[in-house]
């Protein structure tokens, strides 16, 4: 008989993260530096905004104040997201070199394990400029820290990360059948990273229309953000969906993974 | 221990010489061609930017249609609209795919590297011509783009004639500057392999002070000169800015030339004096 | 436990691929207005193993070897037909299956490539929810038999093959499996390195009753470790049966290399069924004949020569495998 006995899947991940994190640090040494290329990278666009409204004033008559608070909220949302699951982009690769075989033959989701083969260290720095600009912005826009308003800032901040990481899973399934669709992928995320923190206000009807329904970039962190700065009468949107915003990441996810079990059995390893 | 120099054949003309540096170059577009699809992907990613940068202008300019730049000069939303269309499709043309910023890392990496290093050629004017030939790539797809830019965000005629002279000129320092920029910060790999931080912070220091976001004249003063004492502006501010007759009058004008040239005869020496201390560490470790 | 552990029947695989469209904008065209091809790898395969067995499953490239594999490990879903292992459909029941079957790819590795083979190991016992006690001891009986203690401690990315490939074998056995599923182990490495990895499987197929499937190139390591072979060609069984059968079968002849005395010229020998073998690559002075063991004595070919030659050596010489193999294929070529 086989030694083998099932574990529960929390302690599998655990296990699997635990292994990325050390591998990753056996090379150690340009950790600080490669945060701070995270750090920087993430930091140009809210400069932008920051240049051309200091010179400006407001933007779709939101204050340099509450852009950062929006901006925030998605990079932090966007930081939640990318530091468990940046290895989604390796999918590609990993059919390709036919590691995914090796996750088929464990007792372990293959999901888990794609997301697990590593960690990307610099979107650490994501995640920690977020929280840096979201603090610094609440501040500013004089953010009143009631139960219910973090409340519905954490909700919404996890939602937000599942709303971009369930577009992100969404495409990613189509792996199991194209020959590589990474561009493709590049090209969802850049609207997402494009896009996803500015007032969508300021933009014409079309490209807010496009931003809310054809790509849910709205529901990232607009609206939520637009619910928190008591600005959802000016939302242009159902107001109930606005307020409602942070449930469309859990829903749009639990969509994207059935999306994904489908197309996994579609899955044809690479070679002979 | 021998120098690598000491192992060389004697010097090529320079007519063989030209010939070994564009069948380089020649081989690096090939290379790059293989990737059409992602060209295709990438230039989509071009046309969101320009929409993008396009639509908060837009939403920002004044009623009428101008804003007061540095230096008391009005700048007009059409021109500021060409000026994103412009900067970001030349900037998009000189910054190839990729995080690392030349081919050097992989090359040092895969150990490729030593027969770049057996070549008769000098290293660095090959990296230079590999990266030319990246460039000259991108261009088709670039001037394929170019339209669909337009669309995205604006276009202008040049100021003058003699605005399209200076600004043809000023491409030639403005290629090479990003070239030789590109080259310098990619030899940080013969240094650590590991270096992916150093270039993500290149691509967006560079990116931001050439001007591919913003035109030095709306960036805050001190932004501004800050942005003029570094190279990166002279690949994309500096061209646009002559095309669009923002910078004008004879002195000005010879000026923004003289001061793309200088870096280019800087950042030469400064890539000849990088390149001797990253030989001296291949010949010591032996690669 | 009676009945087989491996049920295998009339399972079939087709591979409908993308057609990369050629031209400009071949990406995007593929993309928007894909064009596939069907090919099928496998086409009608059966068989059954018994709990216990070491069965060599051979085949050229693209014989649909691999993709048999896949089927069974639970990497692919067939297109039709019936896989059952240990009582389990292998892709429907993939986690529980998991737990049953340990596989060895030669080419890629099983094992994190960025930490110690120690660390692997470790993980491989957590993950597999083997019982603490027990991992420790398979571990130190495991790294003794296949000697991995030298490397232990090292990256996984800095191991040779040969280390590699044991450290690989250690982690798929370690959870104990009841199948083991081996895809070339010993491709790329030296003779010693296969020798200790061949042992190892041995033993753990007498010693723990590991049911084994072994596919590989290299005919010596069925040889030493097979006795059953399941043969596959084009997507179907070629042969299933007995290493010796397929021997008698496709290569009854034994061969008897004579190396003459020098200067000494042959004769020829008048024994009825013997003759001389034209495909044979023979030296100056060294002669080759043939005959069928069931109806010729090997003494009275012996005797024949040695009365009519002045003879240096003799040496009788078995059919190997590598040669039955290459005489199936062939014959399948042309057929």
């Known amino acids: ?272 | 221990m021998t120098s690598p120099r000491g192992l060389a054949p004697p010097r090529l003309t320079l007519r063989q010489r030209a010939v070994a540096h564009a069948g380089t170059a020649g081989l690096h577009a090939r290379a790059q061609l293989a990737y059409r699809a992602d060209f295709v992907f990438r230039v989509l990613w071009l046309l969101l930017q320009v929409y993008l940068l396009a639509l908060v202008w837009r939403a920002v300019y004044p009623e009428s249609g101008t804003a007061p730049a540095h230096g008391g000069q009005q700048v007009t939303l059409a021109t500021q609209l060409a000026y994103v269309t412009y900067a970001s499709v030349q900037n998009w043309l000189l910054t190839p795919a990729g995080l690392a910023p030349t081919p050097i890392p992989q090359r040092v990496r895969e150990g490729s590297i030593a027969v770049d290093l057996s070549r008769p050629v000098a290293f660095t004017t090959q990296m230079l011509a590999a990266q030319g030939g990246i460039v000259l790539a991108a261009a088709p797809f670039a001037v394929l783009a170019l339209p669909f830019a337009v669309v995205a965000g604006g276009a202008r005629a040049p100021a003058s004639a003699g605005a399209a002279s200076a600004y043809a000129l000023s491409l030639v320092p403005a290629v090479l500057n990003a070239l030789l920029l590109a080259v310098v910060v990619s030899m940080v790999s013969f240094w650590t392999l590991e270096a992916v931080g150093v270039f993500m912070i290149h691509r967006v220091v560079a990116h931001f002070f050439a001007g591919a976001l913003i035109p030095l004249w709306f960036m805050p003063s001190w932004l501004a000169d800050l942005a003029q004492l570094l190279p990166f502006q002279t690949t994309t501010y500096t061209p646009i800015a002559l095309y669009l007759g923002h910078i004008h009058g004879t002195g000005p004008v010879l000026t923004a030339l003289a001061v793309q040239c200088g870096w280019t005869a800087a950042l030469w020496l400064i890539m000849r004096l990088v390149w001797a201390r990253a030989l001296h560490r291949v010949v010591v470790q032996g690669g | 436990m009676s009945g087989p552990i491996i049920e295998v029947e009339g399972l079939a695989k087709e591979y409908r691929r993308p057609v990369r469209v050629e031209g400009p904008l071949g990406g995007l065209r593929s993309l928007l207005s894909p064009r596939h091809v069907t090919k099928r790898a496998v086409d009608g395969v059966s068989f059954a193993l018994a709990e216990g067995e070491l069965v060599g499953y051979l085949g050229p490239n693209g014989a649909g070897k691999s993709t048999t594999i896949k089927m069974l490990t639970g990497i692919l879903r067939p297109t039709a037909g019936l896989v059952r292992v240990a009582g389990l459909v292998p892709w429907r029941e993939r986690e529980r299956h998991a737990r049953n079957i340990g596989v060895v790819f030669g080419q890629r590795t099983q094992l994190w490539w960025d930490l110690p083979l120690r660390d692997s190991l470790e993980l491989i016992g957590r993950l597999y929810g083997v019982e603490r006690a027990r991992h420790r001891a398979t571990t130190a009986r495991f790294t003794e038999l296949l000697g991995l203690g030298p490397f232990l401690d090292t990256p996984v990315r800095q191991l040779s093959l040969g280390q590699r490939m044991r450290g690989d074998l250690a982690a798929a056995m370690l959870p104990e499996p009841r199948i083991l599923f081996l895809d070339e182990p010993t491709i790329g490495l030296d003779v010693v390195a296969k020798e200790r990895i061949r042992d190892f499987i041995a033993t753990r197929n007498r010693r723990d009753g590991t049911t084994i499937v072994l596919t590989t190139h290299d005919l010596d390591d069925v040889e030493r470790l097979c006795r059953r072979i399941v043969l596959i060609d084009d997507g179907r069984v070629l042969y299933d049966g007995d290493v010796a059968r397929l021997k008698e079968r496709y290569a009854p002849h034994r061969r008897l290399v004579v190396q003459l005395a020098d200067g000494a010229g042959w004769h020829g020998v008048r024994v009825p069924g013997v003759a001389r073998d034209d495909e044979a690559d023979d030296a100056p002075g060294q002669v080759t004949l043939r005959f069928d063991p069931a109806g010729t004595r090997v003494a009275d070919v012996i005797t024949a020569v040695l009365a009519r030659h002045e003879v240096t050596d003799l040496s009788l010489v078995e059919p190997g495998l590598e040669g039955v193999v290459h005489r199936i294929y062939a014959a399948r070529g042309a057929a």
């Open chain 1, 1 to 272: 008989m086989s030694a083998a006995h099932p574990i529960p899947r929390h302690r599998a991940y655990r296990l699997l993260v635990t292994a990325a994190f050390r591998a990753e640090f056996q090379y150690g040494g340009n950790l600080l530096l490669t945060l701070a290329g995270g750090v920087v990278a993430q930091s140009v666009g809210l400069v932008f905004l920051w240049t051309v409204t200091t010179r400006f004033g407001d933007l779709g008559g939101w204050p340099m104040a509450e852009i950062a608070f929006l901006y925030g909220m998605r990079l932090t949302s966007h930081g939640l997201l990318v530091v468990p699951t940046s290895q989604l982009h390796s999918l590609d690769l990993a059919i390709r070199t036919g590691e995914f075989d090796r996750y088929l033959v464990r007792p372990a989701g293959p999901l888990m394990q794609l997301l697990c083969r590593r960690v990307h260290l610099p979107t650490l720095g994501d995640l920690a400029t977020g929280i840096v600009v979201l603090s610094l912005a609440a501040h500013h826009v004089g953010f009143e820290p009631t139960p219910t308003a973090l409340l519905y800032l954490g909700l919404a901040l996890v939602g937000g990360a599942l709303v971009e990481g369930a577009c992100q899973l969404a495409v990613a399934s189509l792996s199991f059948r194209m020959l590589s669709n990474l561009a493709l992928r590049g090209l969802i995320d850049d609207i997402m990273n494009t896009f996803g923190g500015y007032p969508l206000k300021a933009f014409p009807d079309t490209a807010r229309l496009a931003l809310t329904y054809l790509l849910p970039v709205a529901f990232v962190a607009y609206l939520p953000a637009g619910v928190l700065l008591d600005r959802a009468d000016g939302l242009q949107i159902t107001p109930w969906l606005a307020y409602g915003a942070p449930l469309a990441g859990p829903l749009l996810y639990a969509a994207a993974y059935l999306l994904w079990r489908a197309q996994l059995r579609h899955y044809s390893s690479s070679g002979t």
